[in-house]
């Protein structure tokens, strides 16, 4: 794994942290502001747009939610200020006063740069929770897979980038209709169409290769939509660039064939994109209980695991996506050093050291995250950070049989 790809995996990590931290918030009003910043915007105009909404709040009737926008809106102001121009792939601001219990409220600002897509448009958003919808999309499935849905009187191409359909380019034929004009022979007329058909299909596919080709080492597939014969003749006639031809995962039965059909062709497509999607995962998995049984090079548990990084000895780690817990480092008095797996929403125990018996109490613990805590360990020995899905058995299992954290070693510890 290259350094941009551990960083991609860390900067997503961080950001479902946040995410899932926004989603628990909420509002005792319409309160908690959310501002989507793409790219090409200027911070000027964002900050005129946060002046004029500062402004307007003036004429909400409730004084608690009058007065908790118009300070959401000033730490948004305030953060902007830093900013000359946005980040490369935009960015998102929240701020708002949360409900903390018992009639109080907290103010929590987040600025979040550079998510996994650019911002697409400029979004102001205030209601009783945080917009965290679009980013959600973004972290969601990955995958890129060309979309191709054709007939025999139009065609449409495009991307599915996890689950964003984005139409790129459409065709339109000259395949005559099957009924002819009067003078022409049936055997002429017939040559004619079938002639406009392989022209047709050659359009198609020279689309589909500008499209793709570039990017057919990155992608995980295409798909291929239409009505029976036309997606079958499109296929079977080899007209995609062979190495697109290699990446064709099905073909589809798909009514429409504009804009909407690409659309279609992903539901059509829904197993085999669920298949795939988890496919990488499952390998690693089978790698995993295959030396677990037979090999030997596995390592599961939070502190067996740790211990192997620590040494080098793990080529990839292994964690569940569904973990969320803290790891707490204690040091006794007498110089043992141990470490707690706890909750996330959990309070931070007293630890008794099992080495001596010492009590060393829970505000003398260091807390911090426990997937920070080895995927940084695993960044300094070249060790590869997998997430792993629950969404099939075996990934179900490194959650809850496994505690979530498991590893593929490099050589044998006995650890």
């Known amino acids: 794994m290259s350094q941009q790809e551990e960083q991609s995996d860390r900067q997503k990590y961080e950001f479902q942290k946040v995410i899932e931290d926004l989603k628990e918030y909420e509002g005792s009003g319409t309160q908690l502001v959310s501002i989507y910043v793409p790219p090409d915007r200027q911070i000027s105009d964002v900050v005129a747009h946060v002046t ?6 003036a004429n909400i009737k409730s004084k608690d939610t009058r007065t908790s926008v118009q300070d959401a809106l000033t730490s948004i102001k305030d953060r902007l200020r830093y900013y000359k121009e946005p980040p490369e792939n935009g960015m998102v601001l929240f701020s708002g006063a949360i409900d903390t219990g018992g009639g ?3 103010m929590v600002t987040e600025v979040l740069e550079n998510p996994p897509e650019p911002i697409q448009s400029f979004r102001y958003h205030c209601d009783s929770e945080f917009l965290t919808e679009p980013l959600e999309e973004m972290l969601g499935d990955k995958g890129l897979f060309g979309l191709i849905v054709l007939d025999r009187r139009e065609a449409n191409v495009g991307w599915l980038k996890g689950k964003r359909v984005e139409p790129v380019k459409s065709a339109s034929s000259l395949v005559p209709g099957k ?5 022409q022979s049936a055997q002429r007329f017939a040559r004619l169409r079938l002639e406009a058909i392989d ?3 050659q359009e198609v596919a020279e689309m589909a290769d500008d499209l793709f080709v570039p990017r057919r080492h990155e992608m995980d597939g295409v798909l291929v939509g239409g009505p029976s014969p036309t997606k079958d003749e499109f296929l079977d006639g080899d007209y995609l660039h062979h190495e697109l031809q290699d990446l064709v995962l099905g073909k589809f039965d798909v009514s429409y064939t504009d804009e909407s059909g690409l659309y279609d062709l992903v539901d059509a497509a829904g197993d085999v994109l669920a298949e795939t999607e988890v496919m990488k995962d499952k390998q690693q998995m089978e790698e995993f209980f295959k030396e677990l049984h037979d090999g030997g090079l596995a390592t599961y548990g939070f502190e067996p695991t740790r211990r192997n990084l620590v040494m080098g000895s793990v080529d990839r780690l292994l964690i569940s996506e569904d973990l969320r817990e803290d790891v707490v480092t204690y040091e006794c008095p007498n110089g043992h050093e141990e470490r707690e797996v706890v909750d996330r929403r959990a309070d931070t125990p007293d630890h008794g050291c099992s080495e001596c018996g010492e009590t060393v109490p829970a505000g003398e613990g260091h807390r911090e ?3 920070e805590h080895l995927m940084e360990i695993a960044g300094q020995r070249g060790t590869e950070t997998k997430f792993i899905s629950t969404d099939f058995e075996k990934g179900e299992q490194l959650y809850t049989a496994f505690g979530g954290v498991a590893g593929i070693l490099r050589y044998s510890t006995g650890v």
């Open 52 to 57: 004029q909404e500062h402004s307007e709040a």
């Open 199 to 201: 022209n047709f299909y």
């Open 104 to 106: 109080r409220s907290d």
């Open 179 to 183: 009924q002819r004009k009067g003078g």
């Open 369 to 371: 995250d426990a997937i």
